[in-house]
């Protein structure tokens, strides 16, 4: 960056993004493998217990228990970077 000669203050916001961006792969790489080591039922009792209370926050979800439970059975953890385009 110093060859570029950016200023300090966005050398600074690059290498803390940079960081942030190493933190946020490391963070989903540990997801990723505990979720490969659990049982197909503790994966779904983890991911009930992360998203149930989202799911409340819905009306739909909150009025009916059933489609809550069904739903939660189909959440697929996707990861992606930060700013990364899903389709």
Known sequence: MKNMKLP??????????LQYIQQTLNHQNELGE????????????V???IFSEQLKQNLIFALNSAV????????????????????
Request: proline share 4%; glycine share 0%.
């Open 8 to 17: 300090q203050e966005i050398q600074d916001r690059v290498i803390s993004y």
């Open 34 to 45: 505990f979720f490969k080591m659990i049982s197909p039922s503790l994966k779904e009792e």
């Open 47 to 49: 991911t009930r217990f």
């Open 68 to 87: 809550k439970d069904y739903v939660i059975t189909k959440i697929e953890l996707v990861m992606s970077q930060p700013e990364e385009i899903k389709i």
